[in-house]
């Protein structure tokens, strides 16, 4: 039952992350159909990656195989920001918008029950599931402080982007030294993180945490765009 929840949860963040991204943006309408085409096929990669165990510990030798697919759409996503359109489409969303998407990381709390369920291992699940829940926590009042047009001390936001970034740093590096299969791997009770190369939590590192990073970047670069005054209102970050 935990993992057909979490399956419809990752999938309608992941669907809610891209729509809001690409649906905001002022992409032409067929560039914003290739886009979900191609988001889209990439969910049915890793869906059919996992579910043939592509994703499993030795699939790619000593390293997590899940490595591959998280570095791929990573470089793919930063790699992107050095076009002017993408750059320039990205930025024009909104910055309550960019910080409201991280509210679905309150799905922290899956990692914590699979934590107590025995299916991952400390430090690693607490970590990840409690940064996760705070940092989503936080996004709703600030999201909607931004919205409304409160005025917000800039380094109220900084702070939180720094954090919600540190979050899924440590939680990587946490995550590929509970790596089972792997000669590194330092934090060896338990399955680890045997639990990341199956469906539906293959998602996590494959799709979901690539693009929160490019978003805390795309956060902080409109940041230093913002009024030097230490102020944030909603009418600046919405430009």
């Known amino acids: 039952m935990l993992d057909l929840i979490a399956t419809i949860f990752a999938t309608a963040l992941y669907a809610t ?3 809001v991204l690409i649906g905001l943006s002022p992409a032409r309408a067929m560039t914003r159909l ?3 085409a191609a988001a889209a096929a990439w969910l049915a990669l890793i869906s059919a990656a996992a579910a043939f165990g592509s994703l499993a510990p030795g699939a790619l030798g000593p390293l997590p195989a899940t490595l591959l697919p998280f570095t ?3 470089v793919l996503l930063f790699g992107s920001w050095y076009f002017s359109q993408v750059r320039s489409a990205l930025l024009s969303v909104s910055l309550p918008a960019l910080v409201a998407v991280h509210a679905g990381r ?3 709390l899956f990692f914590l029950l699979l934590y107590w369920d025995g299916r991952l291992s400390a430090p690693f699940a607490p970590s990840a599931g409690i940064g996760d829940m705070i940092t989503g926590a936080l996004a709703l009042p600030l999201a909607a402080m931004l919205a409304l047009g409160f005025q917000i001390p800039k380094p109220w936001i900084v702070l939180w ?3 919600g970034t540190l979050d899924l740093v440590v939680a990587i590096v946490l995550g590929l030294l509970s790596a089972p299969g792997t000669p590194f791997r330092v934090f060896t009770e338990g399955p680890g993180t045997l639990a990341m190369s199956t469906l539906p939590w293959a998602f996590v590192p494959s799709m979901l945490v690539p693009i929160y990073l490019f978003i805390h970047f795309a956060i902080a670069v409109k940041l230093k765009s913002l009024p030097g005054a230490a102020q944030a209102t909603a009418m600046g970050a919405l430009r």
């Open 72 to 74: 791929g759409l990573l």
């Open 161 to 163: 982007n720094a954090f």
């Open 17 to 19: 992350v891209v729509g």
């Open 106 to 108: 309150l799905g922290g």
């Open 34 to 36: 290739v886009i979900f």
